[in-house]
């Protein structure tokens, strides 16, 4: 076990995972004031939107005018979701989308089924084609993840080996096209994760990739979100994609509620990390002041604990004044 990470880097992921997830429709103007708040709070990474099918997920249909319409803050980057090379396409084309080279991995055969229309095998060929698309544009491989890394609603447990396989295909990929090995996320896509196994998983991979980073895709689907991150903070990873105010989850996951939890809380993580004395850069009063507004937008109570209690801080300085 390492110690904690001094310092934690948070990729918020609420604009995209979570109006996605919604059945109503939000406006350009709602979405770009909450994308450009978040901007202000020292997040040094915001996914804006996914270029996927308009008709599989109408909230995205606009994804390019999104982009166009928001302030950028220097030092933060701006990023986008694609399944496919005319998604990746649409990306390069709209209007300065900060481009990661991405692999998607699957462990689960019904889900690469229900996300892609294909089998795993499948998508890992259409993806290893992507290589030349993000060559073509200068981006290189940048970020691998392995999704349903703990286990999926559709095919259930997850064994460890098939973690193992997917580990070894983008060391062979690597090994083969002569690329650095990339930051290689374990995604717990539908809520199956406990600490035990962050533990056990995550100290897997660091095994076998040794020189890569590790970055978690945590979802609080069923409530173990933050005891599955500070598993993770007492592993030494200290990357992390989050989502404002609780807000997403994954619309093709098969849950009775489509309202459950989605990414774990970015400012009740952050809260978490600043308590412990780990560093984040990012200012939790505006943080949480963002999350309210994705509250006001959404237009019911969100998941997430600290905007709707307060910092410690507040408190601490209440009671210094008394």
Avoid at 45 to 54: G, H, L, N, Y
Avoid at 81 to 104: I, Q, S, T
Avoid at 175 to 181: D, G, S, Y
Wanted: with cysteine.
């Amino acid at each position: 076990m390492s110690e904690l990470p001094k310092f934690v880097e948070f990729h918020e992921e609420g604009p995209r995972e979570g109006f996605q997830s919604e059945k109503k429709l939000f406006s350009l103007e709602e979405r770009v004031g909450l994308i450009d708040a978040l901007s202000d709070t020292g997040l040094k990474q915001i996914q804006v939107a996914s270029f996927v099918s308009p008709k599989a997920v109408p909230a995205m249909a606009d994804a390019a005018d999104l982009f166009g319409a928001i302030k950028r803050t220097e030092g933060v980057r701006y990023t986008g979701l694609w399944l496919n090379e005319n998604g990746f396409e649409r990306a390069a084309a709209a209007p300065k989308v900060d481009l990661d080279g991405v692999f998607c991995l699957y462990t689960s055969e019904p889900f690469c089924k229900s996300n892609n229309n294909c089998s795993i095998e499948d998508m890992r060929q259409k993806q290893i084609g992507w290589l030349d698309a993000y060559a073509r544009h200068g981006v290189s491989l940048d970020v691998v993840y392995i999704l349903t890394a703990f286990g999926c609603n559709m095919q259930g447990e997850i064994p460890l080996e098939v973690v193992v396989e997917n580990v070894e295909f983008i060391h062979a990929l690597c090994a083969e096209r002569n690329l650095k090995i990339p930051t290689i996320y374990l995604a717990d896509t539908m809520g199956w994760a406990n600490p035990v196994e962050v533990k056990k998983r995550v100290g897997l991979v660091q095994k076998m990739a040794p020189d890569s980073r590790i970055g978690m895709h945590i979802h609080d689907t069923r409530g173990m979100g933050a005891a599955n991150f500070f598993a993770a903070l007492e592993m030494g990873v200290d990357l992390f994609d989050s989502s404002i105010a609780g807000l997403g989850g994954c619309p093709f996951g098969c849950f009775a509620d489509m309202t459950a939890a989605g990414n774990i809380c970015t400012e009740d993580m952050v809260l978490m990390c600043h308590e412990l004395g780990i560093e984040t850069g990012i200012d939790l009063t505006k943080l949480i002041e963002a999350a309210r507004m994705a509250e006001t937008i959404i237009g019911r109570s969100l998941m997430g604990r600290v905007m709707h209690t307060g910092t410690l801080d507040v408190i601490r300085d209440k009671r210094k004044a008394v």
